[in-house]
């Protein structure tokens, strides 16, 4: 499966911005997927997840209730809604597609994409 995000730039402190990641080469609907991102001298965390279907979703407490992971089979895509976004929110965003037989959200994702950065400025 080949993962290419987009939509990532340069904002203000409580701008909104949207990111998507378009996948091909696999069924998508097979696969859970995710939202990560890496901050400078950071550790990669788990942003959001959703299940094959959508049904199921899944965040860091960091942004519950800010972002919003969704999903669209019929157009092989993920999305983020990022909201009232702050400084710390600058990373580099990777989406991330799991295999429907493993373990949701956590464990090891399949596929990768190449990241979007998003920088939030005060």
């Known amino acids: 499966m080949q993962l290419q995000a987009f939509g990532g730039g340069l904002v203000q402190a409580g701008d909104s911005l949207r990111l998507s990641c378009a996948a091909s080469g696999r069924t998508f609907s097979n696969y859970h997927m995710g939202w990560f991102r890496q901050a400078l001298g950071k550790e990669r965390e788990l942003v959001a997840a959703?299940?094959?279907?959508?049904?199921?979703?899944s965040y860091a407490d960091s942004v519950k209730g800010r972002f919003t992971i969704s999903r669209d089979n019929a157009k092989n895509t993920v999305y983020l809604q990022m909201n009232s976004l702050k400084p710390e929110d600058t990373a580099v965003y990777y989406c991330?597609?799991?295999?429907?037989?493993?373990?949701?959200?956590?464990?090891?994702?399949?596929?990768w994409g190449q990241g979007t950065l998003v920088t939030v400025s005060t």
């Open positions: 959703i299940s094959w279907s959508g049904g199921s979703t």
């Open positions: 991330a597609a799991k295999y429907l037989s493993g373990s949701y959200p956590t464990g090891m994702y399949d596929y």
